[in-house]
């Protein structure tokens, strides 16, 4: 007698306690073509509308995401651990900040007209067709948001694949969007990279995708073949440079926070420290007090400011990279190998490190968690030619003297860079990588415009 295999799904836990926090339903490989050749048809309705109207119609999404913010957000941080409270402010953000976004891509993607004394030229911002938007974890909801909602005021239908970490709060977020959107413009896929790279290869027009530098590649490689249009925002390994005129304690907060902050698994979170000689002691110690008296716990408990890695895989290669580093003679000032007992289960103790050398893995790859190593530098210069020896370009900081600060912020070739703050730039500004940390980037009017096939229709004057 034949057996019905129950459909496979994915079962999603708590990483802070294990507890399941629910399932989704794993879309088969074979079912993809079908989701591409529905979302074409619904493409074509969508970009019959005009730029206003898609934009009134997305914006009519505000009441449905406003009321499932909590739900969102609860939901964020029982899949990947974060913080109740941010992941709770993530959630409402989704609602609060949809006319800001919406209004940002029309802007963008109005049409914009040339003239010269021969020639008019209108330049039209017209959609690619059927976009893939592939996230990952970190932020399960932001990310949806910031790559999903330009693609959708462009005109394009929009194919969504969540991480496989925390597919219910995309789901619930898309849930949202579909309550008010045409059938078909916009549909949720749910797997791991085997059906990301099944998505990639359907013959989509358009890949949105954020994640890692080894899966950037991947689908670069997958798109080859069909020169599919690609806007990846991939990883990081931030520096942050502590001049001898720094605000020590301000550098020192902002060290703590943007190392620790999310576990560590934020794209721009610190991943180098550059310090002064001059300076060094003082900042370390300000920064091995901040790490230790930061309140580790259970996500859903109020006051806990830093909870578990999002996943086992995430703590192993964090540990790996740590304990790799104290074997060729780094030195554990506070946190996980500081000789205290272990974290148990994803939680991995705020770090901080000294006696790093440029050869470690901890200095070269991505970390991706709660890890602060420390450099002593001499000179700006030398600070300067460490912070740039890496493939990477996403986000930096210098912390010193205004002036001086931003000297030293000239010569860094991130494509982000903050003055004695994080890298996140003015409303409106790109958020960009440079080199490997990004191929194509999203964000106010430059990064908006790469949702869309810009064409120029010309007439003589
Ligand atoms: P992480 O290691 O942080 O999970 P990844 O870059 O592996 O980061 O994953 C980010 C997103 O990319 C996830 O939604 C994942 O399922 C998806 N993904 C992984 N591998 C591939 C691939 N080869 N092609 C397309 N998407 C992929």
């Given at each position: 007698m034949p057996t019905t295999l129950p459909a496979p799904v994915l079962t999603i836990r708590?990483?802070?306690?294990?507890?399941v926090v629910g399932e989704v339903p794993v879309t088969p490989i074979d079912v993809i073509p079908a989701v591409v050749a529905r979302a074409r048809i619904a493409q074509a309705g969508w970009a019959a509308r005009t730029l206003d109207e898609r934009a009134a119609m997305l914006l009519g999404a505000k009441g449905a995401l406003a009321a499932a913010a909590e739900r969102m957000g609860t939901l964020a941080s029982q899949e990947m651990g974060k913080p109740i409270k941010e992941a709770l402010g993530e959630a409402k953000y989704a609602a609060s900040g949809l006319e800001e976004m919406v209004r940002e891509a029309v802007e963008a993607l109005r049409e914009e007209v040339l003239e010269d004394a021969n020639v008019t030229t209108r330049l039209v911002f017209d959609p690619f067709g059927v976009a893939a938007a592939i996230t990952p974890w970190n932020f399960p909801i932001l990310m949806p948001v910031q790559n999903v909602l330009p693609a959708l005021v462009a005109g394009n239908a929009v194919i969504f694949k969540p991480s496989e970490v925390s597919p219910l709060c995309g789901q619930a977020w898309a849930e949202c969007l579909q309550s008010v959107?045409?059938?078909?413009v916009l549909q949720v896929i749910h797997g791991d990279g085997k059906q990301g790279a099944a998505l990639v290869g359907a013959g989509v027009d358009l890949v949105v995708f954020t994640g890692s530098r080894a899966t950037g590649m991947a689908i670069m490689r997958e798109a080859a073949g069909h020169l599919t249009r690609l806007i990846l925002e991939l990883g990081g390994k931030d520096p942050l440079l502590v001049l001898e005129d720094a605000d020590l304690e301000a550098a020192a907060t902002f060290a703590v926070r943007n190392s620790f902050r999310n576990a560590g698994q934020v794209?721009?979170?610190?991943?180098r420290i550059f310090v002064h000689e001059s300076v060094a002691d003082r900042f370390t110690q300000l920064v091995v007090e901040g790490a230790t008296s930061m309140k580790q716990g259970d996500?859903?408990?109020?006051?806990?400011q830093i909870g578990p890695m999002s996943s086992a895989r995430q703590k192993s290669i964090v540990m790996r990279q740590l304990q790799e580093a104290i074997a060729a003679g780094a030195r554990c000032l506070?946190?996980?190998?500081?000789?205290?007992p272990a974290s148990a289960g994803n939680f991995v103790r705020p770090t901080v490190l000294v006696d790093?050398?440029?050869?470690m893995s901890i200095m070269r790859?991505?970390?991706?968690?709660?890890v602060a190593p420390i450099v002593r530098v001499n000179s700006d210069a030398q600070a300067v030619a460490m912070a740039n020896d890496t493939p990477y370009g996403l986000g930096a900081a210098v912390f010193g003297a205004p002036d001086h600060a931003a000297r030293v912020a000239e010569?860094?070739?991130?494509g982000m860079v903050g003055i004695n703050k994080g890298c996140g730039g003015a409303d409106g500004s790109p958020w960009v990588g440079s080199r490997h940390s990004g191929h194509g980037f999203h964000g106010g009017k430059y990064g908006t415009r790469q949702f869309a096939q810009v064409r120029t229709i010309s007439r003589s004057r």
């Open positions: 708590n990483p802070a306690t294990g507890a959107l045409p059938e078909d794209c721009v979170s610190t991943e996500s859903a408990d109020e006051s806990t506070a946190g996980e190998c500081d000789g205290g790093v050398t440029p050869q790859d991505e970390t991706f968690g709660p010569r860094l070739t991130a």
